[in-house]
């Protein structure tokens, strides 16, 4: 389904966009229109994906395949992950050791914490699937093949909203949520479950995708969601939430849409799907390289701040400086990739 690796492209340049923003103009999303919307979807999305490409129907569950599964993503996650972020360290920061080392307290680890939280999503997913496939033919036999799954969905999304509950569950402020970045994945793990569940029953949702008011209901519920969500985002009550959550389902269920629904337009036999296909299979690449190329015109944002609100203008800037970036990630990757030793080490390709 090449749609998919094109969308996923599309989500890495809002990725790079939004850290443009942030760390090169100095924007700030309450005051930006641009990236108060981006934030809903961006990262769920990319969480979905994630989980989508996690779900392998002939994969055989045993110890040898967790224990490969687990070994690959630790290599691929950890390993890159410390090297970059130690240039960006050396390169950006010029920091001293204690600076470093309260980076790495926070749970966002300087921007580097997506694949320190992405691994930790495998391993719990990979141990579930180990677990659950020794359940699988009893549950087949009475038609309960989707439960396992869907509980540790429900299970997920009920962890997630607890943690916007901070006068019923007092765990929130326990630092080791904090270093572990634990906290971004009772806030992100749901999305990569119900990526999941679509990959199981693909055949089903695409049907359900097909039908005549399916989008036109998810496209209104987004509308509204994201409106009730800017209304009241900045009120500290524990509802507060629940139109940011629907939001951030309806906003993401909308670009899968669109994307499938305009797979001709994000095909291989297209400049847009060829480039945004080539993005998508080097996101880890992108991921890795681009704070180090981050688009540094501090002076920029308080302009666009002054001539708020103004989506358009927002948007083009981001878009503008993400291309830039992107381009010259790309530039640096394949320069990297040719040595075998950096291809598979840095960005774990073989």
């Not at 906003?251 to 297209?270: D, E, K």
Request: aromatic share 18%.
């Amino acid at each position: 389904m090449e749609w998919i690796d094109s969308m996923r492209g599309f989500t890495m340049i809002l990725v790079v966009a939004y850290h443009v923003s942030m760390m090169g103009y100095g924007e700030n999303p309450k005051d930006s229109s641009y990236l108060s919307l981006c934030v809903l979807f961006r990262m769920p999305l990319f969480f979905f994906i994630s989980g989508f490409f996690a779900y392998g129907s002939r994969t055989l569950w045993n110890l040898r395949t967790l224990g490969n599964s687990l070994w690959k993503k630790i290599r691929i996650q950890v390993i890159p992950t410390v090297i970059f972020f130690s240039l960006f360290i050396i390169m950006l920061h010029r920091s001293s050791w204690d600076e470093a080392v309260s980076l790495l307290q926070r749970d966002t680890k300087g921007g580097y914490w997506f694949t320190i939280v992405l691994l930790q999503m495998f391993i719990i997913y990979y141990l579930f699937a180990y677990i659950e496939h020794f359940f699988t033919e009893r549950l087949e036999r009475l038609r309960l093949r989707w439960l396992p799954i869907t509980l540790l969905w429900l299970g997920a999304l009920s962890v997630y909203a607890t943690w916007y509950m901070p006068s019923w569950f007092h765990y929130q402020k326990q630092e080791w949520l904090q270093w572990s970045s634990v906290s971004q994945v009772i806030i992100f793990f749901h999305f990569f479950v119900a990526g999941n569940i679509v990959h199981r029953y693909w055949e089903r949702f695409q049907r359900l995708f097909d039908t005549s008011w399916f989008a036109p209901l998810v496209m209104t519920i987004a509308i509204v969601a994201v409106c009730e969500h800017f209304r009241w985002h900045e009120l500290r009550r524990q509802w507060a939430n629940l139109p940011r959550t629907f939001a951030m389902y309806t906003l993401m269920l909308t670009v899968i849409l669109v994307f499938r629904h305009y797979a001709s337009v994000f095909s291989s036999r297209t400049l847009a799907g060829r480039t945004l296909q080539y993005i998508g299979v080097r996101t880890l690449d992108v991921y890795l390289l681009h704070f180090l190329f981050i688009v540094n015109i501090p002076m920029l944002g308080p302009w666009i701040k002054a001539c708020r609100p103004n989506f358009v203008l927002d948007l083009t800037a981001s878009l503008a400086g993400a291309a830039l970036v992107v381009a010259v990630c790309l530039a640096a990757s394949a320069v990297l990739r040719i040595s075998p030793f950096f291809r598979r080490h840095l960005f774990g390709r073989s």
